[in-house]
């Protein structure tokens, strides 16, 4: 596949910035997913950015250990060239940010907890061009199996008045299968930690649990915040994580109302001490590029477009929630999510825990992306 034409090759020299960040860090994330595709290959995007291009990119980072930002900054020129992706619309690109709650948990139901955490149902399958049903919408990509051949999945509003009271479903949906993974106090909060696809809970039983994303009900997410602007209770601009927590606060009876308005729903999976890297705090859980994410280094993009692994220096000068300095840096794509769409569209990981969700939720801003693309496919580019 070639390389599409809405990458517009720079020089580095054009990266505003790009000698001050801090490469050694985002190197140390590249690498992860060095050792990571050994395992298993990442898929190559939609504009052509060829995943095995990044062999040698790759086999270096293995065996390399750049002892300060300046060595970090000469392996990505050595091996990459820098170039502009615009949006959609041809203008700049939108940022926003995510992060790993920490949230209080029981492992059963309890009078405080009763908003679970579901695990995968056994009857949830894959949807591709080969199984689609006629007359499905082809944005689906889960089903639910019958014996009529697989069906849209129940969305939230179903799922929740099933699994939430015991009744509804019990003969032909989720209530009593036994999927609770862990019970949360609030609903609100466990909405959050669907937006997120990803938590760390604080057990009852003294445990530390990690949940991450394991499937979804397959609907397209519409945001609480969209829907609050559309009917005139926050106005857009101040739309925020923290500005849509408080209306709910003070709405409580209307949680459900709004939060139903988004069909879709979020399936777990709970991981290993091993596999959520918890002897490192910093890293983040274990995302779709199959690496945990790091702070400030892990980026989320549109996976049909983007190959997972991309090194993007992003420049968003409005954005200082990070250090109070216009943002400026080179992260790696790791991670995606049904909001984040089109070419020039990011989710930036801040971190885990309340102070990582203070930034978060105050994050979106226009940015420009630079995605750095392996030399090997920029004609003429040479070493």
């Not at 923290?242 to 069909?263: C, G, M, T, Y």
Request: aromatic fraction near 10%; charged fraction near 25%; glycine fraction near 10%.
């Amino acid at each position: 596949m070639p390389l599409s034409q809405a990458f517009r090759e720079k020089s580095f020299d054009d990266l505003p910035g790009w000698e001050e960040d801090d490469h050694l860090a985002a190197f140390a994330a590249f690498r992860r997913s060095a050792f990571q595709v050994l395992a298993k290959p990442y898929r190559s995007g939609g504009l052509g950015v060829d995943f095995n291009a990044f062999t040698e990119a790759y086999a270096a980072a293995r065996t390399v250990s750049p002892t300060g930002r300046r060595q970090a900054r000469a392996f990505f020129e050595l091996h990459f060239i820098p170039a502009h992706i615009a949006a959609e619309s041809g203008g700049v690109g939108l940022v926003t940010g995510f992060y790993e709650p920490v949230v209080d948990a029981s492992p059963v139901r309890t009078e405080r907890f009763t908003v679970p955490l579901l695990s995968r149902p056994a009857d949830l399958v894959d949807i591709d061009d080969a199984n689609r049903p006629d007359g499905m919408d082809p944005y689906l990509a889960f089903g639910r199996a019958t014996s009529d051949g697989p069906v849209e999945y129940f969305d939230r509003g179903e799922i929740e008045r099933g699994a939430l009271v015991g009744k509804g479903f019990d003969a032909k949906g989720l209530a009593g299968k036994g999927l609770e993974i862990a019970w949360l106090a609030d609903k609100v909060d466990a909405f959050f930690i669907h937006v997120q696809g990803s938590a760390r809970l604080t057990m009852t039983d003294g445990r530390l649990c990690r949940v991450t994303y394991a499937a979804k009900s397959g609907q397209r997410f519409t945001g609480p915040g969209k829907i609050l602007s559309e009917l005139g209770e926050i106005p857009l601009e101040a739309v925020t994580m923290q500005s849509v927590r408080a209306w709910f606060k003070a709405h409580p009876q209307r949680i459900d109302e709004i939060l139903w308005r988004n069909r879709s729903y979020i399936f777990f999976r709970e991981i290993s001490v091993s596999e959520a890297a918890v002897d490192d705090p910093e890293l983040g859980p274990i995302a779709a590029a199959k690496v945990p994410l790091t702070p400030g280094r892990s980026v989320a993009v549109d996976r049909l477009l983007h190959t997972f692994g991309t090194p993007f220096y992003i420049d968003g000068p409005s954005l200082t929630a990070f250090d109070n300095k216009p943002f400026r840096r080179l992260m790696i794509a790791q991670d995606t999510g049904s909001a984040i769409t089109g070419p020039a569209r990011g989710d930036l990981f801040t971190g885990t825990g309340d102070a990582a969700g203070e930034i978060a939720g105050v994050v979106r801003n226009p940015a420009d992306f630079y995605a750095l693309i392996p030399r090997r496919l920029v004609p003429g580019a040479g070493r």
